[in-house]
């Protein structure tokens, strides 16, 4: 059936959860109105996206995760053995509402599927300082929330990595909006999309 996938799409936008898009830097600096606001050497640069549904359990997982993701080499050469802590390195954290933003339709990007202003901003901030809190907190740099930065890097690699907190989260929601509408979920709907 042509329809179902097309309502389970549907369902995915209204069930987003925290995204994190890491870029393994050898430097990363953010500036806003021409000061430079925060920089640093080695190490990984997050952009953080909060969804409406997002929790400080999402946000505190996500923190932890982004520290122990292997995105270096060790020093025998295997690769994908060390993390951010591993290697010492620096975390330069900034957030990035536009990360959730959909472009399903017309040329103009959605963002309802970012949290409003005061929930995103609350749950950043404890998600940076929970990146603080699990490593060494002169480490952990931070841009400006909501402010209109100029981020620059030089990517080594290029690594760059998507991360969400809890994609079964999106799953259950999905199955949940299935069984609530059940087989009324099709009426209505062109005979070419049933087919």
């Known amino acids: 059936m042509k329809g179902f996938p097309l309502l389970i799409l ?50 505190e997982s996500m923190a932890a995760k982004v520290l122990k ?48 202003g005061d929930q995103a901003k609350e749950l950043y901030y404890h998600f940076f300082s929970k990146v603080q809190e699990l490593y060494e907190p002169e480490k952990v740099k931070n841009g400006v929330f909501q402010a209109f930065m100029e981020v620059g890097l030089v990517n080594d690699g290029p690594v760059t990595l998507e991360i969400e907190t809890n994609p079964a989260k999106v799953q259950e929601k999905i199955q949940g909006r299935m069984e609530r509408v059940g087989k009324n979920a099709f009426e209505g709907l062109p005979a070419s999309l049933l087919e």
Do not use: N
């Open 69 to 116: 993701l292997k995105m270096w080499p060790d020093e025998a050469g295997g690769t994908w053995k060390q993390s951010v802590q591993d290697i010492k390195g620096e975390v330069l954290c900034v957030s990035q509402f536009t990360l959730l933003a959909s472009t399903k339709k017309g040329s103009k990007p959605d963002f309802h599927g970012a949290a409003g």
């Open 10 to 59: 549907h369902g995915v936008k209204a069930a987003l959860t925290l995204i994190a898009i890491l870029q393994r830097v050898a430097s990363a600096s953010v500036t806003v109105d021409k000061q430079l606001v925060s920089s640093i050497g080695r190490g990984v640069l997050v952009f953080a996206a909060v969804a409406p549904d997002d929790t400080r359990k999402e946000v």
